[in-house]
């Protein structure tokens, strides 16, 4: 919350912002599925998006020719420390929004899982450039009203989180191992976290960042996801919502649709 008042954003904050919201999403799926699934999703998002952004700035592959400018701190393979991090962060939410659109089958959920995680970076990128953070060789063309961030960006980020994504929802389990406590449900965080996510980004940007245009396509893009993620929840029953043990499987962990 404190970015609009900060001209969106300095280098502790947005640190202290990636590092946290990672350390809540490795938390939360130790806490949830164990310390393995935790660990597969710092391999998978944490190294597996290090290596895509490695790859990018070096070949103009997948993303688009672009380029870190040295604000961010510490890198690693000529790619911010903070980046990967930004992966795990939103890797986790977007699985779990995945699973629970698309249900037991995985190329839908894959396909889910890499519109969420690009839609996220509609508005993140258009921040990031504003603020220096990274620059594009070739901006053009792009999405209407976002014309400094190409649309091979957005192209590169479907193919990386789809991999992503679907590579999580083979290996980490969708039933919780841990202990939730009964009236939690079991994706309560990650499911927060992209909600909250997607109403602060349009805010923010709409009101505090001066791009109404970004708030916009933004909120439309990200909303294909987020505003039937919401319906999907007020209609499950609410023992699957509060993650409500019956017999030896916790039904809110599942994320399948019932046929």
Known sequence: MAFPFTDGGTLGLTTASVVLLAAAALTDAWATRGPVAAA??????????????????????PFGDYAYTGTLGLEVLGVPALVPLAWIMMAWPALAVARRLGGARPWAVALVGAAALTAWDVFLDPQMVDQGHWTWAHPSPGLPGIDDVPLTNYAGWLLVSFLMVGALDRLVPRDGTGRTGRDIPLDAVPLAVYLWTYGSSVLAHAVFFGRPPVALVGGLV??????????????EPAGRRAGRRTGDRTDGGSGAVPR
């Open 222 to 235: 990200m909303g294909l996801v987020a505003v039937p993620l919401v319906v999907r929840l007020l209609r």
């Open 40 to 61: 597969t999703l710092a391999a998978v998002a944490g190294i597996g998006g290090l290596v895509a952004e490695a790859v990018g700035v070096r070949t103009g592959f």
